[in-house]
């Protein structure tokens, strides 16, 4: 069975920069699109940016649009998301998500494989 474990969550001061990690244990996960999505407390869980099982296409949400990279290295079943000029609001948990095939997913619903999240926190 494929875990996904996230790391790279933390404190950081707005305009800051994190990158997150979602590795992939059990078996190759080449072949499946991840995403990764974030939920802030008394809000729903929200999309932020996704790429597909092949890494030539991505999606962002508009508010981190031209402020994050999503990217993988499916040698080592990893997949990465670069988020620069943090805002407090960008202050959430993060979630990795994956599905197998396709190209790429904005919507929770599509993805099957779930991680614990790590949390991600932006002060003023």
């Known amino acids: 069975q494929v875990q996904l474990v996230e790391s790279g969550g933390g404190w950081v001061q707005a305009v800051g920069s994190l990158r997150l990690s979602c590795a992939a244990s059990g078996r190759t996960f080449v072949s499946f699109d991840k995403g990764w999505f974030r939920q802030a407390p008394g809000r729903e869980r929200e999309f932020v940016a996704a790429?597909?099982?092949?890494?030539?296409?991505?999606i962002y949400t508009n508010s981190v649009k031209g402020r994050s990279t999503i990217s993988r290295d499916n040698a080592e079943n990893t997949v990465y998301l670069q988020m620069n000029s943090l805002k407090p609001e960008d202050t959430a948990r993060y979630y990795c998500a994956g599905r197998a095939g396709g190209s790429g997913s904005i919507y929770s619903r599509d993805y099957n494989l779930w991680g614990q999240g790590t949390q991600v926190t932006v002060s003023s």
């Open positions: 790429i597909s099982w092949s890494g030539d296409r991505t």
